[in-house]
Structure formats: structure tokens, C-alpha cells
């Protein structure tokens, strides 16, 4: 995987009263075992990829405690696993990236909620939303509302996030409700300490099994008629238990106040950049304490009407604090107000933006707005206006002072695998013309950008294939569809391969096989050489694809460009129907520098041998034309200054972070540029054929320089 927890895991064994230290991720991870969890499941994803992998490094222990872990196909698969709850005292816990993941998962979720639960089921959300996220800009918070799910949105810190782990369970089991825990980017990667408790094993386990298989009730299936009766459970029972839980535990806080004119109720995750802005504005001190009083809503979904009059009771107005748009909290909380006839003023989206990233700035502007449209006593609302514009423009005032910074657009990493195959494209591009590209979830969706900009939609992981099903009739030209082996195994297998030879669909497929989940860190697929148990699964891309009828089908190494290109153009060109399937085959380059990097220092430990193979450009040679960059786009092939002073086009360079995959000059080679690339081999430890080869070359070298020099003398 990308990081190892070999270290942080030791620290899961941390008994009651010892002070466990590292990050939000790792917090949840002791809090899942100290709930005693019977089984954990999910699929990776940023920010939650490393609860998985927590969890796969600390199998030692979980082996001791029982508990089952399951490294899912996709999210659908790990929703589906809390069925063990839905009959069984087995509390277990489920992972995955919010929005994407959970729109995935939602068949399996709605089938869940519906029957409830009687062990405790708790889903574990990375909620990427905001600037620096990598999907769609949605929230879990409808979902929860629409399945009664219970959305627990956590104040981030390390002892409030793992109480909510663990009074999740509660109030899954109270409520017999499935619970989810909304993890932002901050919270799981936010560092601090809290006092850990002893791990426990759940009440039936791996180790201390179920006796058999309990009676079958017909009610505990999600079907009709069944369901009918549930819904009215869900409102005439469960959601009545779960307020009464989340009021008599205190799940939510309130944060009292001085200013009794004025609130803010806030959701849990928002919190410490509330206070934050707050304390920027002089209303509020660092350690957490403020002058106008906040309601920290713990608990996003559901609220509990009676904390809500009771916060409220006596203000003349609040302001909400919830991303994102609709208002849903705004909404429920002016609904529980003008129910009992309450005249508190509700703001909040208009004060504060309808959408995006609730950034420090933001909140600065949002309460500004609300105090002065407020107006309570005790607040000079001119002097905080003031103190906004002022904060704002120092910001600007810092960035013009530092001058400009370099931009830093999304790339793919040096040496990727999925680069040549792009450059491939292009090449088939100059002589076919433009292609309709399907573009996918993954390291590949990277090609969108700057120099390759190729994509022309993309609709969810694993869907690429899918996407062109109405585009291939409709076209002169076969579209080509691009997916990663992730993405195969993920959804693309059903939704897109098996779709396309059931319908006899006739496009072109380019699959990324570089062994891993890359863009979540290189976690295993099935179709990796190796599994986390250390054996090979013995299952391939090839052999499945086989197996359903494809028929045209090339494996070609990724870097190998000019094959590349020859075997695209062979599919596009093709008179054969069907679907034509290119696997391009390259080992994730980060992985593959992990192991070398490994393997190589111990050789120089042990004296042996070592290569290490870069690439340069001759600058007498460049023409300056940079065609080369254009159709690689490698972060290590960048411009120089030209060193003849006749010339003033800058010439191609490699740098120092060149792995000598040796794409530029397979580029080079296959679009007919210049002959500018050389390769060298640095070797260490050299053995005696490499000093011999080595005196011969400079001799000859040599040679040529001194004949060089007599038959053109300096003048």
C-alpha cells in the first residue's frame, strides 16, 4: 500500500487508561475495536482508504479478537455485509468514499434501513466535499434523510470522534437503525490524543461462533408486504428511540455563551472552523470557549426537536452553519421553530454562501453577515465588519507580496504506466482524426488535462464502457473507452464489458492494468500478483474476459509506444465486429520504485551490482520544438535555456526525478521526433566486464576528441 501502519498499529493494543496518540483514521480504527465490532468491511477510497489498511496490517490482532475482515469489490458489497446485522448481535462496520461510494452502495442501503438491524451497524463515510475534493459535489445527508439512516457528523477531535464510534453502535442497537459516522478530509487527518480503553471482542466472533441460524421471520426481509409495516417503524419507532438516545446520551453539545440574544447552531464537522473565524474576530478564545453560544449538532440526522427549543428559546435570532445546498438543517430547524411558535429568526444560506467549502474566509464573511443583520447588544457589528474586510485583505495583500506561485496542475506521477498509452492516442489521432473518448474514474482520468486533454465524459468508476453504448451507433468512428483494472473489477465488468457482448456492441476498450487500486494506494485487486495473505488469487483480466465471449483481445506493454499506437489503430480499423479489448500492461511506477528502492539497497549493502538506468537530452540535437513534452507530459521532461547564443528556442531536459521508464524516448522513436534521448546506465559496484567495457569506451572516446581536434584546429 502507499503508507505503512506497521508501526501505528502497535499502538491498537493500547489497554484502558494508556493515552493513544496519531490521527483521525487511526482514532476510529481503536474505537471499532474497543466497541467490540465482530466484522469490518469496505472499499478504499480518500479519506477513509487507510481505515482499510489500518485494519489489514493489524491482522494479527484482529485474528486474536475475532474479527472477520473483508477487503470488498465495491462499496455495494460492503453495504451488503451489514446484513449480518439485520439478524444477529454482530456489530460491524463498513467503509467507503462519500458521495461516490455511497451512490453505489444505495440499493444495498435502502435494503438495510428498511428491516433494521439488531446488532449495531455503523458505516464509516470519507466525506469529500469542498475545494480540494476529487469528486461530485454532493452530501450523505440526503441519503440519510430519505432511508432514515442516522448521520452522525462528529466535532473534530480525537475524544469526540471516537465517543461517536462508539455511541454509534448504541444508538444503532437503541434505534435497531443502521448509523453513519461523516468523516471530512480534516477530521481524518487531523492528529491529537485521547485515553484509550481495553479492546474487546463482539459477542459472537470469529473465534466464539454463532451456535446456528435463527428462525426465519419473514418481517426481517426487505420485500413486500413487509415493507409497508417497516416504514411505519421507522417513523413510530425508531426515529422516537433514536431522539430519545441522542437527548438522554447528550450527543450533541452546547457551547454556552454570554451574547443570550444570538445563537449558532453548527454541524459537528464544522466546528473548529467556526470557532476558528470566531476567535478571529475576537469572539471567542483557543480553547474552545465562545461568546455567542453554539449549538454543536453531533448528531446531523435526526435532529431532537425539544434541544432545538430549548437553544433557541429566548433568541432573537441564529444562523445555521451546513454546507452545501439544499438547507435541509436551515429547513427542519425553521420547521421545528414555527411548529411551536417560536419568532427566532433563522439565517443561513444568504448570510453564508449556497455552496462550496466553508473555508476560514468564508465563515469570516458568514458571521459578519449575521451579526449585522442581528444586530444583538454587546456586539459592535460596524467594528466587526471592519475586522472581516481587514482579515480579507491581508490575505490578498500576502499573496501579492509573495509574488506569484507556480501552479500545480494535476499530473500523472513520473514515470506512470498510463502516460504512453495516452501518447498512443494521440499519435492514432494525427492519422485517424479526433476519436470520442470515454474517460473513467481512476489515475487515467488525469489524460483530461493539459497536454493530452482526452475525455469526453465521465460517469462513474467502472462505467466508461457503458458511457459509449449509445455513442459507437451513432458515430462514424468507434469511440474508444478507457478504464482502469480497479474500475473492471469495481463496476465495469457488469455494467460495462458484459453489457457490451450481450447487446453486440462494437467500440474499442483500453484497460489499464498496472496491479493495484493506484489512486487509493495500491491497494490489492483480484487480479493483483500478489494478495494481502501473500499468495497470488490466480485470477486474470484475460482469462475473465475470455470467458465471456471476447473474442479480439491484445496485451501490450504500456510502454511501449509504437505498439501501442499500431494496435489501437488495428481495433479502430478492424472489419471484425464486437468488442476489441487492449489491456496495457505496466506496474504502477510508485509501487514498482517502493520495491526496487528496497531490493537495490540491499544489494549495495551486500556489494552487489546496481543499475540505475536515466534519460537525458542532447542539447546540440533538440531542435526546440518540445513536439517530445507535448505527447508525454512527464513532470521530469521540462525546458532550459539553449546554450548556443544563435539559438533562442529552450531545449527539452530531463531532471532529476527521471525513474528511466523510458517513455521520452519511446515517443521520440514512435512519432519520428528528433534523436535527441540518450540513455545511461549508472552502475555501482561494477563487475569486471563493466571496467573493461568502460577503459575500451574512453579509449575510443578519447581517440575520436584528438582526431576531432586535428582535422578542425581552433583558429
Not at 37 to 51: F, I, N, R, T
Not at 256 to 263: C, D, F, K, Q, R
Not at 467 to 473: F, K
Not at 590 to 605: G, N, T, W
Request: glycine share 10%; charged share 20%.
Amino acid at each position: 500500500m502507499e503508507r505503512s501502519f506497521s508501526k501505528e498499529v502497535e499502538a491498537l493494543r493500547l489497554g484502558a487508561g494508556a493515552t493513544f496518540r496519531g490521527e483521525g483514521i487511526l482514532a476510529v480504527t481503536k474505537a471499532l475495536l474497543q466497541s467490540g465490532v465482530s466484522y469490518v468491511g469496505g472499499y478504499q477510497g480518500a479519506p477513509v482508504s487507510h481505515l482499510l489498511d489500518v485494519m489489514v496490517e493489524a491482522k494479527d490482532l484482529l485474528a486474536e479478537l475475532g474479527v472477520h475482515v473483508e477487503a470488498c469489490t465495491n462499496e455495494a458489497a460492503a453495504a451488503a455485509m451489514l446484513g449480518a446485522s439485520i439478524n444477529y448481535p454482530l456489530r460491524g462496520a463498513v467503509t467507503w468514499k462519500s458521495i461516490v461510494g455511497t451512490n453505489v452502495a444505495a440499493d444495498a442501503l435502502s435494503n438495510l434501513a428498511s428491516p433494521g438491524v439488531i446488532g449495531g451497524a455503523l458505516i464509516v463515510l470519507g466525506e469529500d466535499y469542498g475545494e480540494g475534493a476529487s469528486v461530485i459535489q454532493e452530501r450523505s445527508y440526503a441519503y440519510a434523510m430519505k432511508s432514515s439512516i442516522w448521520l452522525l457528523d462528529p466535532r473534530p477531535d480525537l475524544p469526540t470522534i471516537v465517543h461517536m464510534v462508539e455511541k454509534g453502535f448504541e444508538l444503532s442497537e437503541a434505534s435497531h437503525a443502521p448509523v453513519m459516522l461523516d468523516l471530512r478530509v480534516r477530521a481524518c487527518h487531523l492528529t491529537g490524543e485521547f485515553t484509550a480503553k481495553d479492546n474487546k471482542p463482539g459477542l459472537y466472533n470469529a473465534q466464539h461462533r454463532l451456535a446456528g441460524p435463527v428462525r426465519f421471520e419473514y418481517g426481517r426481509l426487505s420485500h413486500p408486504p413487509a415493507t409497508f409495516a417497516q416504514e411505519r417503524l421507522k417513523i413510530e419507532q425508531r426515529l422516537p428511540a433514536a431522539q430519545k438516545f441522542i437527548c438522554e446520551q447528550k450527543l450533541n453539545e452546547v457551547i454556552a455563551g454570554e451574547l443570550g440574544e444570538i445563537g449558532i447552531i453548527v454541524l459537528g464537522g464544522l466546528n473548529n472552523g467556526l470557532l476558528r473565524a470566531l476567535a478571529r474576530l475576537e469572539l471567542a478564545d483557543l480553547y474552545g470557549s465562545s461568546r455567542i453560544p453554539i449549538y454543536v449538532l453531533n448528531v446531523a440526522y435526526p435532529l431532537v426537536p425539544e434541544e432545538v427549543q430549548q437553544f433557541c428559546a429566548g433568541k432573537r435570532a441564529v444562523l445555521v452553519v451546513e454546507e452545501g445546498s439544499p438547507n435541509y438543517v436551515e429547513q427542519q430547524i425553521n420547521v421545528i421553530l414555527r411548529g411551536v411558535g417560536a419568532d427566532t429568526r433563522v439565517y443561513g444560506k444568504g448570510s453564508l454562501p449556497a455552496s462550496g467549502d466553508y473555508t476560514s474566509e468564508v465563515m469570516l464573511r458568514g458571521i459578519g453577515a449575521f451579526v449585522s443583520a442581528a444586530r444583538p447588544t454587546g456586539i459592535d457589528a460596524e467594528a466587526i465588519s471592519r475586522r472581516v474586510e481587514e482579515i480579507v485583505a491581508h490575505r490578498a495583500g500576502a499573496l501579492a507580496a509573495h509574488g506569484d506561485i507556480p501552479a500545480r496542475p494535476p499530473n500523472f506521477c513520473t514515470g506512470c504506466p498510463e502516460r504512453p498509452v495516452f501518447a498512443a492516442i494521440k499519435l492514432v489521432q494525427r492519422e485517424l482524426g479526433p476519436i470520442h473518448i470515454s474517460a473513467d474514474i481512476g489515475c487515467h482520468s488525469f489524460a483530461t488535462f493539459a497536454p493530452f486533454s482526452l475525455g469526453n465524459s465521465i460517469l462513474g468508476y467502472g462505467m466508461s464502457l457503458a458511457s459509449a453504448a449509445a455513442v459507437a451507433p451513432n458515430m462514424a468512428k468507434r469511440p474508444i473507452a478507457v478504464m482502469g483494472d480497479g474500475g473492471f473489477w469495481h463496476n465495469g465488468l457488469i455494467t460495462g464489458v458484459t453489457s457490451n457482448v450481450f447487446n453486440k456492441g462494437d467500440g474499442v476498450l483500453v484497460i489499464m492494468q498496472n496491479g493495484y487500486a493506484s489512486a487509493t494506494g495500491q491497494q490489492y485487486l483480484p487480479s493483483s500478483v500478489a494478495h494481502r495473505a501473500g499468495a497470488s488469487t490466480g485470477i486474470s483480466i484475460e482469462k475473465t474476459l475470455r470467458s465471456l465471449g471476447v473474442n479480439w483481445l491484445r496485451t501490450v506493454r504500456s510502454y511501449s509506444v509504437g505498439k501501442m499506437a499500431a494496435t489501437l489503430k488495428d481495433a479502430m480499423r478492424s472489419a471484425e465486429r464486437g468488442l476489441k479489448v487492449i489491456i496495457a500492461d505496466g506496474e504502477c511506477m510508485l509501487a514498482r520504485q517502493r520495491r526496487i528502492r528496497v531490493e537495490q539497497a540491499d544489494k549495495l549493502k551486500r556489494g552487489e551490482r546496481v543499475v540505475k538506468t536515466r534519460y537525458g537530452v542532447d542539447d546540440e540535437l533538440c531542435t526546440g520544438d518540445h513536439s517530445c513534452i507535448r505527447l508525454s507530459g512527464c513532470p521530469s521532461l521540462t525546458v532550459k535555456p539553449n546554450p548556443d547564443p544563435l539559438r533562442r528556442d529552450p531545449v527539452a531536459a530531463v531532471v532529476e526525478s527521471c525513474v528511466g521508464c523510458g517513455l521520452c524516448g519511446e515517443v521520440a522513436h514512435a512519432a519520428v521526433l528528433c534523436p535527441s534521448f540518450y540513455r545511461a546506465d549508472i552502475i555501482t559496484n561494477p563487475n569486471w566486464w563493466d571496467r573493461t567495457l568502460d577503459r575500451v569506451r574512453c579509449a575510443a572516446i578519447g581517440w575520436l576528441t584528438r582526431e576531432r581536434q586535428v582535422l578542425s584546429p581552433p583558429p
